[in-house]
């Protein structure tokens, strides 16, 4: 295997994680948390997977995983912002039930052929040196994640709606004060955000691990989307690096299976896991990297960065 190869592996591996921690970033800087991910990816993969193969359409198939991805994100905000039930627990119930729900709907359809993206070289680009072959000469899921980073990026970042989420975020009372109201922005925001990890449960389906079954491989992955978020302290351009930090774990594990067969090969399946934990441990701890003082706070949050300080917590007014 080549540097190359291998790095264009990273990026093709990490798209689904990609999408789907853009997405949860989006939410979280709301205020609202989707503890409901690792279902909904699994959820979006099957419902994905299945369509596509029902109508011969790998469009149909992605926007049936979005819509899914959007759904169940949006009935969890319903049920914690307007119903006042805990956003935790009404996501871990969602999770465990979108993620049997998956296994028991998409039965008729495991191990079954179905269509898969195709490869779609970017011409001029994908000849460049290096990064050519690594951004470039991929399928069109892949730029779609690329671009994707870019635009929720400029968006909460550069755009009077960013301004917005990020205020019902850090102050929903303050936000309301100043003639918004935080409910609806967080229910658009979380709709969105499970619409991008829908689409990162077609990717797995229809992409990356082409297929559905029991288990399909992206079990789990929902949990360190979310360690992601916090790893990138909920900034976009920082948490899409995360993910391609976990995808580097994960196909370094596979190359190194092939290197040494001694090794049962579930260690290198499970050690992207820990790893990653452990890599989020030695940045908290790490001396520094903490925000030490109210004004390096503000000012970190002014650029989008640092933790919603209302993350997670529901408001009764302005409903």
Not at 86 to 92: E, K, L, P
Request: contains cysteine; charged residues 10%.
């Amino acid at each position: 295997m080549t540097v190359t190869l291998f790095f264009s592996a990273v990026v093709f591996s990490a798209t689904p994680i990609l999408l789907a921690v853009i997405g949860e970033t989006l939410s979280e800087k709301s205020g609202f948390i989707n503890l409901s991910l690792d279902g909904t990816i699994l959820f979006s993969a099957m419902g994905a997977f299945a369509v596509a193969v029902q109508t011969d359409s790998l469009l149909a198939g992605f926007i049936a995983g979005a819509l899914i991805g959007a759904g169940v994100a949006a009935v969890a905000a319903v049920f914690s912002l307007y119903l006042n039930v805990s956003q935790i627990a009404t996501g871990f119930v969602l999770s465990l039930m979108t993620r049997d729900m998956a296994y028991f709907l998409g039965a008729p359809f495991s191990g079954i052929t179905g269509p898969r993206v195709s490869h779609l070289a970017i011409p001029g680009l994908s000849g460049l040196p290096l990064i050519g072959p690594v951004l470039f000469d991929q399928n069109p899921v892949v730029y779609l994640s690329l671009s994707m980073a870019i635009t929720v990026w400029w968006l909460i970042s550069r755009t009077p709606f960013g301004l917005n989420l990020r205020a019902t975020g850090e102050h929903p009372e303050a936000a309301f004060a100043r003639g918004l109201n935080p409910t609806p922005i967080r229910l658009v925001c979380a709709a969105g955000g499970g619409l991008l990890a829908g689409l990162g449960g077609g990717a797995y389906s229809l992409c990356v691990k082409a297929g559905w079954g029991h288990p399909q491989g992206a079990e789990g992955v929902g949990w360190i989307v979310l360690a992601l978020v916090i790893f990138g302290r909920w900034g976009v351009i920082r948490a899409a690096m995360g993910a391609y930090f976990f995808a580097f774990l994960q196909v370094g594990g596979v190359y190194l299976q092939t290197q040494v067969p001694r090794i049962p090969a579930q260690v290198f399946q499970v050690a992207p896991f820990p790893l990653m934990i452990f890599t989020l441990l030695l940045m908290n701890l790490s001396p520094g990297k903490g925000v030490r003082t109210p004004l390096e706070a503000g000012h970190r949050r002014g650029r989008g960065e640092g933790m919603p300080a209302a993350l997670g917590r529901s408001w009764p007014g302005g409903r």
